[in-house]
């Protein structure tokens, strides 16, 4: 089998259109979600509406209609390790630092590496009223539906084979609009079903890779990284309900080298 090389934005702009549409969706539907990295108690003190994260593959992209978890309840935290592509070595005179940059992303920095500690809420069914009858949990369903993503063919089933690449958008007041592509580490999933927590997936947790990012979190360029901050500005800013309150004009950007947000 031929090597098949990652394109860091493949299928990025149907995801786009996907997670704008789910999004839009999402502000006309009840928020079930009471807690995680957007939650709504968290969401309602910093002013935002809760943004559900969105997880798909480049496959489930291509299908009519695309396919994606649509979490009900965001990850109650994420572990990031942002670690360098370089070794210390010791020598008689002295320490030896190694580096190996990689060249396509502009950076010092490795594949970043994502713990997600995901949630459920609650699996026990919900009573419709108005069908006068008992459904599943949105919960169990991404459970489910989470285990088959994670377990998609790593090569899509196209003409020309490209990496199936897991896209997530990621929300939090720390990046408030981060889409991020790679793929789940191999070791898979963790999780208990205890009886301690019958009604929830206890200790619920994932590793992933992270291949790229849009925009990206850092380059080496010597230039402030101004798309990620123009991103949060538009994001916790600009679409603040609470920024009418702010004196002055809000909306102007900043140069992060030389400026500070008050």
Do not use: C
Request: glycine share 6%; net charge negative.
């Amino acid at each position: 089998m031929p090597i098949v090389n990652i394109n860091p934005v493949q299928g990025n702009a149907a995801f786009q259109q996907l997670t704008t549409e789910i999004t839009r969706l999402a502000g006309t539907t009840e928020d079930r979600s009471k807690s995680g990295l957007n939650g709504s108690s968290r969401a309602e003190q910093n002013g935002v509406a809760r943004i559900p994260w969105v997880m798909t593959t480049t496959e489930w992209l291509t299908e009519k209609p695309p396919r994606a978890i649509i979490w009900a309840a965001n990850p109650h935290d994420v572990g990031w390790n942002m670690s360098q592509r370089a070794s210390m070595a010791k020598h008689m005179f002295g320490t030896v630092l190694h580096v190996w940059p990689d060249s396509s992303r502009n950076t010092f920095y490795d594949e970043i590496r994502l713990t997600l500690n995901l949630q459920t809420g609650n699996l026990m069914p919900i009573f419709l009223a108005s069908g006068n009858k008992y459904v599943e949990s949105d919960g169990i369903v991404n459970f489910y539906t989470f285990m088959q993503l994670v377990d998609a063919p790593k090569i899509t089933n196209e003409p020309i084979p490209r990496a199936n690449l897991v896209h997530i958008t990621y929300n939090s007041p720390l990046f408030p609009n981060l889409t991020l592509l790679g793929m789940f580490d191999p070791k898979g999933i963790s999780f208990n079903d205890s009886s301690d927590s019958p009604n929830a997936v206890a200790s619920w947790s994932a590793e992933f890779v992270v291949y790229d990012s849009i925009p990206r979190l850092t380059d080496n360029s010597g230039q402030p990284n101004t798309q990620l901050l123009n991103t949060w500005i538009e994001t916790r800013i600009k679409s603040s309900p609470v920024s009418s309150n702010v004196p002055g004009d809000v909306g102007t950007v900043l140069n992060p080298a030389t400026e500070a947000i008050a």
